[in-house]
Nanobody
Framework: VQLVESGGGSVQTGGSLRLSCALSLNPTSDYCLAWLRQAPGKEREGVALIFTRDHSSYYLGSVKGRFTISRDNDKKTLYLQLGSLKTEDTAMYYC???????????????WGQGTQVTVS
């Protein structure tokens, strides 16, 4: 199992970014795929979830309407489109896979290495 993020960077307030996560998972299993973030001095938090079985998605309240999670099955890639970015969105962003529908980072089994997003 391998997850590899890319696409982070620095952007001005109000700008946009798209994060990508290349997935290498068991194709016969159902997963909850998530993007989580951790800002300096803060706990890691889940911001967006998507289920492989039914493609239902869920968002943290503070990003709803600004972020969009999606998955390209053929390319085996998970995306997070970030829009209307705010300084408080600055964090290390991680993609992760687990078996439960949860924002709790401790429930996730597989993790990428993270990609930094800085909004100024």
């Amino acid at each position: 199992v391998q997850l590899v993020e890319s696409g982070g960077g620095s952007v001005q307030t109000g700008g946009s970014l798209r994060l990508s996560c290349a997935l290498s998972l068991n194709p016969t299993s159902d997963y909850c795929l998530a993007w989580l973030r951790q800002a300096p001095g803060k706990e890691r938090e889940g911001v967006a979830l998507i289920f492989t079985r039914d493609h239902s998605s869920y968002y943290l309240g503070s990003v709803k309407g600004r972020f969009t999670i999606s998955r390209d099955n053929d390319k085996k890639t998970l995306y997070l489109q970030l829009g209307s970015l705010k300084t408080e969105d600055t964090a290390m962003y991680y993609c992760a896979a687990g078996l439960r529908r949860t924002y709790d980072p401790y429930e996730y089994i597989y993790w990428g290495q993270g990609t930094q997003v800085t909004v100024s």
